[in-house]
């Protein structure tokens, strides 16, 4: 399934994430900016695109701000972006 | 065990990633009223991995899924049943029939996931005149109910009349709650009190519900759990006098006497009972009898 | 009769005869409200004066023109006990070619009466003032209540200015700091903005982690035998720390306990308890809100104390000995229960001791009251980034997910364990939020000095490090 439209999901709040995604022709590209990205930078942007894949999402641009989510929030808010993105929410 | 149950919003990870560390027995994920329709989607996924990833031993976890008659509760369940909550609180439960309905799509759910049968528990919430007058049809309609649950605010604006501390007005729906919970053999739960502040006014009116004969009582404030909680264990005197009650019976049998009178009272069939629901918490929560 | 009235701040610091290389001083009484250091300094730059050392009880926000000074060689050294992030993230970044000096409430004024560090010109804002430098907090447009920290600048310095907006007849009724002390005083427009001097009300937390920390925390302090008549108590004014000071006054006031007095800075909280008979006096070395600013104004039992007074080990005696429980709180703690209050997550500066380690140091109970984790990062780590409070000092750790009481405490683990409380090892706390929210990898360390971290005794006890 192909992100079809721009979508977004999660709010700016402290312990959530806020994830854009938009179609983008065969590249994922993904763009993070978090308030632990020296402590977990590289962990968050691997579960990122863990998730995109798992949602069959192979091309997109998908920016997340994180404001110190755990990792099962970033998980459901980037699948809820991606779903979004899809058309299927 | 559910002194406390405490409603957490479905769509806010601070609340939800802290709802083990808040004291109450279980916490409700509400992805119902909490959650406004455009975020219906994003509340379930984000409930579904929490349960998913974050370890709540210890707290019971129940989720509040939408309504029936809304275009959400399927898609909730589909979500949510996988990680086996205990139980799934159904709102706005009028009759029987939507026991049955919610019941028959949990079990094809259940099936398919090889679950045993019931293996998750349903809770209907009771929270409309037509719900109240129906009770006891709702508690006995499928075997996976274990529970009733009075929502007072709902019910006043069905009833017209306005909701107030002292809840006059939902006198005669507690008692008919716990009449037909008791009498179909479930457990019932009381509504929250709606007045965060008011330290006082919680423990009255979870005094007054454990008076009547609910099991334990809903909390929408972390504020209100310690005063349930106190309310809905043994006191100190009701242990002791429980481990009493189990001395003399102990004694009567050895001394081969059939009735035997504890404190001028014949202890009889209903007595006993009580003592050993009264032993059986007090040991849940690590208490013991004083030391004399 | 002569008075000490000058014109200007300028034609006072021409009068003190501050050259270059010399020390000034300054208290932090009106905290992101001041204006006097910000407008003493822009003086001092204008005569073109260099290297001067700043010698200021705490550094705010507001203070930020420092930046410039700092850049322009007026000022090359700086002694705080506290210094927020405006100015601490460029510190940490590496803007001062000496490190700064980080000391204690109690550790400034020892060092200042014992000489260790001198000051040349003390200038003192006061929110009220007679012409011959008797002067006090308490009233005026800009009151701040108590004048705690000016009172060993006063003392010591060589030169001392007032600097007041509501100059009033001699003399002065109340006053806090008197006129022997006094060289100049200078009247100036507004020496601050009320609102960023005193909080209207300082709240407590509506944050549930919070309050459940604080319920634990009042519990701990039931618990450890301490809490009876006689009771004595400091608490910080975060939401979770006055959320414990409010459910110790319920449990204080059902059980009939009369303590002998709360400590420290002073919010509407501790002015509730003293109403409500919780205490006998409040000793008072900083107000946070105006409820505190009246109280100490109108209350003979709300008393205002200097900071040697407070916290000095140099004094005779200082109030935070014969203090029994004193609430604090951490950016990290180590599994030695030592604490860092001086940097973020990130390694920059943005706080300080304050009196954290002062108060450790005295009081019987030392509790931390800190969340499991922060925006994903744990609490507890294998060793903090920084040593503010050495964990000889610290009792316990009360968080949402346990309490964690130091090893060295025996006897307290044995009553919190008596007591039902959630007693848990630290180092399983530790692994418990790690699960929750994985392993932080760790920041590299910068290679170059930016702060001492000096300990209430004059000795060093950490260096803070550049961030990269």
Redesign the interface.
């Known amino acids: 399934m192909e992100i079809t439209k721009c979508a977004a999901?999660?709010t700016m709040?402290?312990?959530?994430a806020y994830v854009e995604i938009e179609p983008c022709e065969n590249a994922l590209v993904v763009e993070l900016q978090s308030v632990v990205q020296a402590q977990f930078g590289d962990a968050i942007e691997a579960t990122v695109r863990q998730v995109l894949s798992e949602c069959g999402v192979k091309a997109a641009k998908v920016r997340v701000v994180d404001r110190g989510?755990?990792?099962?929030?970033i998980?459901?808010?980037v699948?809820?972006a991606a779903?979004?993105g899809k058309g299927e929410? | 065990m559910r002194r406390s149950m405490l409603f957490l919003p479905g769509n806010?990870?601070?609340?939800l990633?802290?709802g083990n560390?808040?004291?109450s027995d279980a916490v409700i994920f509400d992805l119902e009223d909490a959650v406004s329709p455009a975020e219906k989607?994003?509340a379930r996924?984000?409930v579904?991995?929490?349960m998913?990833?974050?370890?709540f031993r210890g707290c019971e976890l129940i989720v509040r899924i939408n309504s029936i008659d809304t275009p959400y509760w399927q898609r909730d369940l589909d979500a949510i049943l996988p990680q086996q909550p205990g139980l799934i609180l159904l709102p706005k439960t009028g009759t029987a029939k939507d026991v049955q309905e919610a019941d028959a799509y949990i079990t094809e759910l259940e099936q398919k996931l090889g679950f045993a049968p019931n293996t998750v528990g349903l809770m209907p919430l009771i929270e409309t005149a037509l719900g109240v007058e129906n009770a006891f049809a709702i508690a006995t309609a499928a075997d996976r109910v274990q529970a009733l649950f009075l929502g007072a605010e709902d019910l006043t604006a069905d009833l017209h009349c306005k909701r107030t501390k002292e809840g006059r007005e939902i006198e005669y729906a507690r008692t008919r709650l716990v009449m037909a919970a008791r009498a179909a053999g479930v457990e019932v739960y009381d509504t929250p009190f709606t007045d965060v502040n008011d330290d006082e006014g919680i423990y009255k009116d979870a005094s007054y519900a454990k008076a009547l004969g609910f099991s334990g009582k809903a909390s929408i404030?972390?504020?209100h759990v310690?005063a349930i909680n106190q309310v809905f264990s043994p006191s100190q005197a009701d242990i002791d006098y429980a481990y009493e009650v189990m001395d003399a019976i102990a004694l009567a049998k050895e001394q081969g006497k059939g009735a035997i009178a504890l404190r001028g009272k014949m202890i009889d069939a209903p007595i006993v009972a009580r003592a050993e629901q009264t032993i059986a918490m007090a040991e849940a929560l690590?208490l013991g009898r004083s030391e004399q | 009769m002569e008075t000490k009235l000058v014109k200007s701040i300028r034609e006072a610091v021409q009068l003190s005869g501050l050259k270059d290389g010399m020390t000034v001083s300054f208290h932090h009484h009106l905290r992101n409200g001041d204006f006097v250091l910000n407008m003493v300094m822009e003086e001092i730059a204008a005569l073109g004066l260099k290297d001067i050392f700043v010698n200021a009880s705490s550094l705010f926000d507001v203070h930020t023109p420092m930046l410039q000074h700092i850049e322009n060689h007026v000022v090359t050294g700086i002694s705080a006990d506290y210094i927020s992030g405006g100015l601490g993230r460029p510190i940490s970044q590496g803007i001062m070619d000496k490190p700064v000096q980080f000391r204690t409430h109690g550790g400034r004024p020892s060092d200042i009466s014992l000489g260790r560090t001198p000051i040349d010109v003390a200038f003192i804002a006061a929110p009220t003032a007679d012409p011959m430098g008797n002067c006090s907090g308490k009233y005026g447009k800009s009151a701040c209540g108590s004048l705690g920290y000016a009172f060993a600048d006063a003392m010591y310095a060589k030169k001392v200015v007032v600097i007041t907006d509501n100059l009033v007849q001699y003399p002065l009724q109340d006053f806090s700091i008197s006129e022997d002390y006094v060289d100049y005083v200078v009247c100036v427009d507004a020496i601050g903005d009320p609102k960023g001097i005193v909080s209207g009300t300082t709240q407590i937390t509506r944050d549930?982690?919070g309050?459940?920390m604080a319920?634990l925390a009042a519990k701990v302090i039931e618990a450890s035998g301490l809490l009876k008549d006689g009771f004595s108590f400091q608490t910080g004014a975060g939401g979770a720390s006055l959320a414990a000071a409010s459910f110790l006054k319920d449990i204080m006031l059902k059980k009939g306990i009369q303590g002998s007095f709360g400590l420290g800075g002073i919010t509407g909280y501790l002015v509730d308890m003293l109403h409500a008979g919780c205490f006998r006096s409040l000793l008072d070395v900083q107000c946070f809100d105006l409820k505190a600013v009246e109280s100490i104004r109108s209350d003979p039992r709300h008393q205002e104390i200097s900071a040697m007074h407070y916290a000095s080990p140099s004094s005779r005696s200082a109030a935070v000995d014969s203090l029994d429980v004193v609430i604090l709180g951490a950016t990290e703690i180590d599994t030695d229960f030592n604490v860092n209050v001086h940097t973020d997550s990130n390694g920059y500066i943005m706080g300080g001791s304050g009196g954290h380690s002062d108060t450790a140091a005295g009081a019987k109970l030392a509790m931390i009251i800190a969340p499991?984790f922060r925006a994903r990062l744990p609490i507890v780590t294998d060793r903090v980034t920084c040593i503010s409070t050495p964990g000889r000092d610290i009792d316990v750790l009360v968080t949402?997910?346990g309490i964690a009481v130091n090893p060295k405490n025996v006897e307290l683990k044995q009553r919190l364990t008596a007591a039902?409380l959630p007693v848990v090892d630290m180092q399983a706390l530790k692994e418990k939020a790690e699960?929750?929210t994985g392993k932080p990898n760790r920041l590299p360390k910068g290679d170059r000095a930016v702060a001492e971290v000096i300990y209430r005794d004059g000795t060093l006890l950490d260096t803070i490090y550049n961030v990269k």
């Open positions: 999901a999660g709040e402290s312990s959530d989510a755990l990792e099962c929030v998980r459901a808010r699948e809820t779903m979004r929410a | 806010n990870p601070n609340m990633i802290n560390c808040l004291g989607d994003a996924i984000l579904r991995n929490t998913r990833y974050m370890d404030s972390p504020r310690g690590g | 549930p982690v309050l459940v319920d499991m949402q997910g039902g699960r929750i």
